[in-house]
């Protein structure tokens, strides 16, 4: 029987007190990777759900103009360069 990294426990033989202090040591620190992973991935799981709900909300959008969603990346791209003011000179008249 084993009882650790290089410790071999014979049949009926108790581990000794520094084998079970590292177990314990060993036992809480696994204990607090398992909490500290829970947040990211119950955030990412969160995320994902909010990705897949927005998806759809934009295709529902899109149904109601009638448009793909490439036409709607033309119609932001042609707004946001048409509508573009470049700086005035009050001073010069031309521009």
């Known amino acids: ?11 009926g033989q108790a581990p000794s007190p520094i084998v079970e202090v590292k177990h314990a040591t ?7 990777l398992l909490t500290e992973n829970q947040r990211p991935t119950t955030t990412h799981i969160s995320l994902k759900r909010e990705l897949v709900f927005t998806h759809k909300q934009l295709e529902r959008s899109q149904q109601v103009i009638g448009g793909s ?22 001073d010069n008249p031309q521009t």
């Open 1 to 11: 029987m084993r009882g650790g990294p290089g410790v071999f426990l014979r049949a």
């Open 26 to 32: 060993q036992h809480v620190e696994i204990q607090r």
């Open 69 to 90: 969603p490439s036409d709607g990346r033309a119609a932001r791209l042609q707004y946001s360069t048409s509508d573009r003011v470049g700086p005035t000179n009050k």
